[in-house]
Each structure stands twice: as structure tokens, then as C-alpha cells.
């Protein structure tokens, strides 16, 4: 069982940015992918960025590419979404997922069977 906790949303001004913190429990963080997903209201949720276990593999949904960015740190079981540029349609709730690495596409949300609670994110215009 792997229990994620996200940290980081908030109120921002269009233009600015935020940095999303996802730690997970995970005993081995190295054995899983991990994503980044985000559900706008009256909106399904929709993939946002991903990176493999290793790092070999990292995407971007074309909606953010040039604006944010993934990365994680294996040392301390926490990936980070850094977000740049921020416009009021990234207004959403943002959820961390993590799967057991994978060689598919880190864009499926079904391949992912854990999720966190989510980080409301506010872009006001």
C-alpha cells in the first residue's frame, strides 16, 4: 500500500508560479512511476506530467510543455511539480498518482493505482 500527500497549491496571480510536493510512503519510491493529474470542475480529470521510476522517461500533456516541470528526488520518496507561468485555465485540483513502473505511457490515469488527496491550485486572471 502506498499513501501519497500532496502539498504546495494555493491562490496565485496569472503569471506566477507554484511548486507541487507529493511525498509518498512507499518503502521502495524507486519501483514506481509517478504522475501528475488534474480535474477541473465539470471537467474530467486529465493528465498533466509523469516520470518513469528512473527518470528514463518523463511527459508532458501539450497543454503545460514550456511550463511546468517534473522531477523527483528518490532520497526523500517526493516528486515535485513545478509550475511557471501559471494561466487561470490551470485552475484546477492537481493529484499525485503513483504506479508499479510500467514500460506504458505515463498518461493512462487507469494504469495508476494509487492516488493522493489532491492540492486545490487558483490561477486568478
Known amino acids: 500500500q502506498v499513501q501519497l500527500v500532496e502539498s504546495g497549491g494555493g491562490l496565485v496571480q496569472a503569471g506566477g508560479s507554484l511548486r507541487l510536493s507529493c511525498t509518498a510512503s512507499?518503502?521502495?519510491?524507486?519501483?514506481?512511476?509517478m504522475g501528475w493529474f488534474r480535474q477541473a470542475p465539470g471537467k474530467e480529470r486529465e493528465f498533466v506530467s509523469g516520470?518513469?521510476?528512473?527518470?528514463?522517461?518523463?511527459s508532458y500533456a501539450d497543454s503545460v510543455k514550456g511550463r511546468f516541470t517534473i522531477s523527483r528526488d528518490n532520497a526523500k520518496n517526493t516528486v515535485y511539480l513545478q509550475m511557471n507561468s501559471l494561466k487561470p485555465e490551470d485552475t484546477a485540483y492537481y493529484y499525485c498518482?503513483?504506479?508499479?513502473?510500467?514500460?506504458?505511457?505515463?498518461?493512462?490515469?487507469?494504469?495508476?493505482?494509487?492516488w493522493g488527496q489532491g492540492t486545490q491550485v487558483t490561477v486568478s486572471s
Open positions: 516520470i518513469a521510476w528512473n527518470r528514463g522517461r518523463i
Open positions: 498518482a503513483a504506479r508499479e513502473f510500467r514500460d506504458w505511457a505515463l498518461s493512462l490515469p487507469g494504469t495508476y493505482g494509487y
Open positions: 512507499a518503502r521502495t519510491f524507486t519501483n514506481y512511476d
